[in-house]
């Protein structure tokens, strides 16, 4: 298995512009997340999908922030209009579900830089 | 107060040391996390447990669920250990985590 795949892993962008971050999670795996890392803040949870559905969305920052998984094995994370302080480094997981004791697994991030 | 509280902020060590991370939580929980971050690098999981001890090479991960207290211990140790070690707590009904602030790990030659 290749793990979960972020893509892109870098994103350089104008303040202003969309942003969209994409994920696939690991296959057979029912939960997804998407986390922020900053300096000043460090991991935070910003949406949790369980079987599609969003079940937690309190992380969110603002309406700016949206997030979709039209389906099992993809997910979304878009910045409409992106601003300087969005800059981090964000990570999606995914994980089997509640009551697992194994198999949560982090992407290898996107680093973006909102200029 | 955080949730989730790991101490030292920072540690150095010379290579064979030792090492002991700590991390108290304050929440209930079902499943206490340890992971890995290298510097510019991604996120590993290096251990998810609900009770007693695990073991991975020269890893070894205990819990205290009384004490609602949890230690990363790191036997012989090398500098590519060095990095960022996280302490992560999941509750029972989602398996969303909570973080604590992280130990900065540095093991020189």
């Known amino acids: 298995d290749a793990g979960v795949i972020q893509s892109p892993r870098h994103e350089v962008t104008e303040m202003g512009q969309e942003v969209t971050l994409r994920c696939k999670p690991i296959s057979g795996h029912n939960s997804l997340f998407w986390y922020r890392q900053t300096m000043m803040r460090g991991l935070e949870l910003l949406i949790y999908f369980n079987n599609n559905v969003p079940i937690d969305d309190s992380g969110m920052p603002e309406d700016r922030f949206s997030a979709k998984m039209p389906n099992a094995s993809f997910s979304t994370l878009k910045i409409q209009p992106s601003e300087p302080r969005d800059s981090a480094v964000y990570f999606c997981?995914?994980?089997?579900?509640?009551?697992?004791?194994?198999?949560?697994?982090f992407g290898s991030g996107t680093r973006l830089t909102v200029v | 107060k955080n949730e989730v509280e790991q101490s030292p902020q920072n540690l150095t060590a010379q290579e064979g040391e030792f090492i002991t991370i700590n991390c108290s939580y304050s929440v209930g929980i079902s499943a206490l996390h340890w992971l890995q971050q290298h510097p510019g690098g991604g996120i590993v999981s290096l251990f998810m447990?609900?009770?007693g001890k695990k073991k991975h090479g020269r890893l070894i991960a205990t819990i205290n669920i009384q004490e609602k207290h949890s230690s990363l211990h790191i036997t012989a140790s090398h500098p590519r250990d060095s990095a960022v070690y996280i302490c992560a707590v999941s509750n029972f009904s989602t398996d969303k985590l909570i973080f604590g602030t992280g130990t900065r790990l540095q093991v020189f030659p």
């Open positions: 997981a995914s994980s089997l579900g509640p009551g697992h004791y194994y198999g949560y697994t």
């Open positions: 447990l609900s009770s």
